[in-house]
């Protein structure tokens, strides 16, 4: 099995920085690709942005393109989402997920709980 659980999250002003994180356990957290979610109450879940499980490709969501950046460090188990010049639709709560054999992935198996971005006005 893989657990999955996100931190960094918080309340930052418009035109701030976040660096969130996503701490992998489980047997296979190295093998799989990982990829970060968002959602605002009331609306649909979606997709934020996914890097490979090898070779470090990136895939971006349009409205993320150029402010936010993924990453992981496969011998920390861990990815991150580096999100700048946050502006406040970018409030929602992230979730980290794992899973997927394709590229771009097209479904992911395991899922964090999430954590919360606020951006203030």
């Known amino acids: 099995q893989v657990q999955l659980v996100e931190s960094g999250g918080g309340l930052v002003q418009a035109g701030g920085s976040l660096r969130l994180s996503c701490a992998c356990s489980?047997?296979?957290?190295?093998?799989?690709?990982m990829a970060w979610f968002r959602q605002v109450p009331g609306k649909e879940r979606v997709f934020v942005a996914a890097i490979s499980w090898i070779g470090g490709n990136t895939y971006y969501a349009d409205f993320a393109k150029g402010r936010f950046t993924i990453s992981r460090d496969n011998a920390k188990n861990t990815a991150y989402l580096q999100m700048n010049s946050l502006k406040p639709e970018d409030t929602a709560i992230y979730y980290c997920?794992?899973?997927?054999?394709?590229?771009?992935?097209?479904?992911?198996?395991?899922w964090g709980k999430g954590t919360t971005v606020t951006v203030s006005s």
């Open positions: 489980g047997r296979t957290c190295g093998s799989r690709h």
């Open positions: 997920s794992a899973g997927s054999s394709t590229w771009p992935p097209t479904a992911m198996n395991y």
